[in-house]
């Protein structure tokens, strides 16, 4: 069973538009995280959901906006895709002082 | 704020042999853990190893070890006997106490065959 998954995989999409990126664990994990990892694998956190409020919310544009429908979820919106977005964007979960379980990562590709 | 610095952007190594990746993180809190992440190109991310700060013992996982010294702020990642699947990017990371996770910039390891 998967422990952290993210959907889609990849994602090709052209300047302008609007892209969802799914997360869910199934772990009992109560925070989770939203990651970028741009060209050159540089790993930043974007945001941070504790039992479904938002925690850490790092300088993102606020064309990205997370929503958690419960804590085993946090979905990424973001609008007016541009192309500095293109990077893999991790989710991950943790309990406590745990170590975090990332996600497989979604490719965005924006062109 | 803190931060977490790798030194060493690549580095290779000859199968079988013991590489050391350096890190060193800059911090005010006493209470915080470490870790060492590794992205194969099939870019997961996977835990290698995690150390608590306030347990001064050195933490190991089979053929992985770190060296932990706290004053110096410096925690180093050990991997002996390099084998090919050893080869990836390996991560620093700082876990600070409001669960903020920062990652250093990554050393890309190849072993070389």
């Known amino acids: 069973d998967t422990a952290v998954s993210q959907t889609p995989k990849y994602l090709v999409t052209q300047m302008g538009n609007d892209k969802s990126i799914k997360c869910e664990q199934n772990?009992?994990?109560?925070?989770m995280y939203w990651y970028k990892q741009d060209s050159k694998k540089f790993l930043k956190i974007m945001f941070s959901y504790n039992n479904k409020e938002l925690i850490i919310n790092e300088t993102v544009p606020n064309r990205f906006s997370p929503k958690s429908p419960d804590k085993a979820h946090l979905n990424l919106h973001i609008n007016s895709l541009e192309l500095g977005d293109s990077a893999v964007y991790f989710c991950?979960?943790?309990?406590?002082?745990?170590?975090?379980?990332f996600g497989p990562g979604t490719r965005l590709t924006v062109l | 704020a803190q931060t977490v610095t790798q030194s060493q952007p690549e580095m290779s190594v000859q199968e079988a042999e013991t590489v050391t990746l350096s890190c060193t993180y800059d911090t005010s809190e006493s209470d915080y853990y470490l870790f060492w992440y590794k992205q194969p190109p099939s870019r997961q991310m996977i835990l290698v190893i995690r150390q608590e700060a306030y347990k001064q013992q050195n933490a190991t996982e089979n053929r992985f070890s770190v060296n932990f010294q706290k004053a110096a702020k410096s925690f180093s990642l050990k991997i002996s006997d390099s084998q090919l699947g050893d080869a990836a990017m390996y991560f620093c990371?700082?876990?600070?106490?409001?669960?903020?996770?920062?990652f250093g910039k990554g050393t890309r390891l190849h072993i070389l065959p």
């Open positions: 990371a700082y876990r600070s106490k409001d669960d903020k996770i920062i």
């Open positions: 991950a979960s943790t309990l406590g002082g745990n170590e975090q379980f």
């Open positions: 772990l009992g994990h109560d925070t």
